[in-house]
């Protein structure tokens, strides 16, 4: 009812205003003929259109779609800036875990990758492999630990010099990224981001590792030592012979550690927000506790 109200005065507004403007103005509404002369003039009126009420019906109705399609651009412009800055985008998710996970890898690999990095840190550091501690235990038991000192203390060094060369390789697998994998790796398990980069960068690590690792065994004479200790060891009367290969050995401990300093990197961003370095890291892991699987 007040539509159609209002859709009258409107009607009757626009009558008005356009007969005032005829009145006021009337050179604007007629057409003179050339000077005065013998022959009559002939004035035209121009006639005055009225503007029907269907018309200015249309024409609101019109306003009104438009006015209605203007909020629902707005509202859903709203909408979307909400959920960009309350909730998370996809970018944001894997720009912020990129950021974190090269941050982690970094650290890892510095900490290991300077002189005792391995040797000082009880939980990566490079002992005997296992099939060779009943030589190492043989062997000390006849009063040769100082040769079984040296080759722990040129393994682990060989690994300290490898492991800095995980830096380009974890840079790769974390640029190379898919925004799915970093989603589920954001609401997966403690150490989802670690088991992703065992899966995409472990075998670049074994070969990136294992010639450095070999050369520099070589370098701190571990393989001359190594050697020794099989040869002493199997010159022992009554036991069974062994040689484990010894560089395919420190690679593989040199990856182990490496991959155990990153989860631990990781389970103290997920566990510490106080950690979260940087706005994006402190936005994507605090979603990510919301989301958690």
Known sequence: MKKIVFLGVAS??????????????????IKKSSPPSTNSSTIQIKPVTEV???ATKTTSNNSEV??????ITRV???????????????SKAS????????????????NLGTVDGFLGNAAVKILFPPEA???????????????CDDVVVSVNRAAETAVIEAKPIFTAAITNMSIQDAIGILTGGQNSATEYLKKSS????????????????????????????????????FVQKVNPDL????????????????????????????????????DVFGWADKNKK
Do not use: C
């Open 66 to 71: 438009m006015n209605l399609d203007g909020v």
């Open 247 to 282: 560089t395919q050995f420190v690679t593989q401990k040199a990856i182990d550690g490496i991959f155990m300093m990153v989860a631990q990197e990781e389970l103290k961003i997920r566990q510490n927000p106080s950690l979260r370095v940087g706005s994006i890291i402190q």
């Open 95 to 110: 720009e912020g875990l990129k950021a974190a996970l090269k941050a982690g890898t970094d650290i890892a690999s510095n």
């Open 202 to 237: 472990g075998q670049a690590l074994v070969q990136k590792f294992q010639p450095i690792i070999k050369s520099n065994l070589e370098k701190s004479n571990a393989t001359k030592y190594w050697g020794d200790v099989m040869s002493a060891y199997n010159n022992v009367p």
């Open 133 to 147: 501690k009943k030589v190492e235990s043989t062997l000390r038991s006849i009063g040769m630990n100082k040769v």
């Open 12 to 29: 009757f507004l626009i009558l008005h205003l356009q007969a005032q403007r005829i009145i006021k103005n009337p050179i604007n509404s």
């Open 52 to 54: 029907s009420p269907s």
């Open 76 to 90: 859903g412009s709203a909408i979307s800036s909400a959920k960009d800055g309350n909730n998370m985008t996809e």
